[in-house]
């Protein structure tokens, strides 16, 4: 079968194995969740209840005036404990409501079926998604009803979905696709009707062959393109996959919207389904507990708020020697101090493994790899000097913002250097600059 | 707030196998053929300029490392016995072993560490050691013997090179058989005389994806195009470019000294560029120049160019209009 593909990128192990052939089973909800006010891209979210106050199960807790924000719902149904600073798994702690769970899992009233949800109409799509609080759930936890807005000037025609998961690891979106493939594809209808488009292309990495073909068989009656992709780091980065699938580029500094594009990913549609067709807002997520750290991997459906722990004992507790614990993917994850840290919203992944002695750093002996292989086009090496040297207005000039931080350079390099971690420090550089500028 | 049980590191968790040591230590294999076809071409004194260069280079390395306060596992990442066993490669087999030494500390200490070290050179620094002798020794270094397996009229015994320049031996239908060529049974630099050898080797290295096949490539197609066109319109002035691929340190230099990456371009379009450049200026010097070979210089003058050429090749950016 032909296979489409992006330039450059890398085939690092996928390690898949221990969990692509594990349903997706749902987390018990713990004794008490703890629910962080800002879990997505954009302003944080104002507490609506207070301590003491009774909450349901889908109550909306947590709301922002701005545009660009998401609502947070509580996942269970019990007694708002307090509100305070909690580990967050981004980094500082923010405020967060805690909630003791009754157990008993009763629902909002508000929540409820709609007949024929594919009869709505774009704004009232829109609202049920901004109300249900989605965010883009591969990761990046970018508020959804902000993506089915396009501005005027620029027509959207096609709706890609992203079904690559092509971080190593993580296999919950492949299990989404295989158990709820009718959810995903309403969902990816909704996202097209919402926004105008033609037509859906679902993009999916030729190493999910069983959901192809699933697919294929289920002929759906909606404008559907299934599209086979190589197994390729990173597939599933977004404007890497536009390339892949439309050979269209997205310019520099600029959003697919540019390109006439929406790219949602399978989890944030099937969510979208969920909101529109049962009423359901976004308080559970599906995501991978594995690594060779983590005893019985699995996939699972966790209630956001639940801590890492929670997951991590679930699937047997750590193995001995396990010394390192992420959040996301092995690629582009972040690493986690504490197990004591809520899952959020942007959670697709909880990996832990023994991370191998550090490795030796070497100057760098220009092989050229991290340039072969940057799906942007970049020039890490130079950036990393650039960004050492604080040599800001050259690293800009050559490209450090559009660098997406895949990792697809580090990987490869043979001189063990952090480039990925220059590269931030000097993007981070340049930002604050511009932000100091501008006040 | 509950310790940090776990190492915070930033992404990504996950690094493939490739390392310094492991590139190096691949070139070092490739040249395995080449260096046992000069021990059994030259025998004992191949042995004892191997040994030579290859120690005063490490030494020589390890004194800077020291007196720069480097990390000292620099010193076995494979690329000091690299520039030793190259340089060892492109010496006369007659020279005086003290030359050797001379060569290879001047190699490691105005090849590489006045520069800053591995990464950080301008130059190839077995060529920078090689240059030195050139310019310093000029006689010992032009004074040839032939192979122990051809005692022919040692007399007056020339490279094949030499003798198409000094002798014209094209004009008189004297040009060293193709067939001694590849095999190495000839006169000249230690390791270089052997086609097959280098071949070797150097099939190994593309397979290892440890050099970039564009440079050789380049090299050896504008050589071949320029050298052909002079021998279509005289072959009996000139010699063919069967002759001048074989014949003195073309594969050598194109396989293992132009496609060094420390001093080579990062860029696809960069290393086309280098490597047309290197190959006319070979073709320019062997045919027009002064001296017989045009390798070393070639690649040398080509060097400077790099850091112009990474500065002025980088790729398009994803989403870009057009690169600068």
Redesign the interface.
Known sequence: MKTKTF?NG?H??ELKEATSNKSLQPLPAPEKVIIPLHQHFGSPAEPLVKKGDEVLMGQKIGESKSFFSACVHASVSGKVIKIENY?HPLGN?VPAVIISNDGEDRIFPDIKEHKDPLSLNPEKIRQIVKDAGIVGLGGAAFPTAVKLSPPKDKPIDTIIINGCECE?VLTADHRLMLEYPDDIIKGAELVRIATGAEKIILGIENNKQDVYKLLQKKNYAFPLEISLLKTKYPQGAE??LI?ALLKR??????LPFDVGVVVQNVGTVKAIWDAVAAGKPLYERALTVSGAGITSPKNLIVRIGSLFQNAIDYCGGLQDGA????MGG???????????VPVIKGTSGIL?WA?PEQ??E????????C??Y??????P??LMKYSKLGYLSEAES??IM?CV???SC???????I?L??WL?VGKHKITDLKRKKSA | ????????????????K???P??MYAVIVSLIPAIAASFYFFRMRALLIYLLSVSACLITEAVFLKARKKPM??LW?GSAIITGLLLAMTLPPSLSLEIVVIGAVVSITLGKHVFG????NIFNPALVGRAFLQVAFPVAMTTWIPPVTNQINTATYATPLGNLKFQTAAIQGALTPLKDLFWGNIGGCLGETSAVALLLGAAFLLYKRAI?WRIPVGIISILTVFTGIFWLTGPDKYASPAFHLLAGGLIIGAFFMATD????????LG?WIYALGIGLLIGIIRLFGGFPEGVMFSILLMNTFVPLL?RYT????????SAP
């Open positions: 330039h890398i690092p192990q580990n702690p190593p404007k890497n390339s580029a997205v310019p520099r500094g600029g010394n390192i614990l992420v092995p690629m582009m994850g972040l690493a986690q101090g504490t197990a004591d832990a991370e490795i030796t070497y100057n760098c002996i220009s092989c050229g790899r340039v072969s940057c799906p942007m086009g970049l020039v090496t130079q050559r490209g559009d931080e895949c990792g580090q990987y490869s390099c043979p001189a063990g952090p990925v971690h931030r | 707030m509950t310790n940090n049980r776990f190492i915070l590191k930033s992404s990504p968790h996950f690094k493939g490739d390392s310094v492991k590139i596992h620099s990442d070290g591995l990464g950080d970039d990456m420390v001093t080579s371009p990062i860029s696809p290393a990474n980088r790729p398009r950016i994803l989403g870009e209009r």
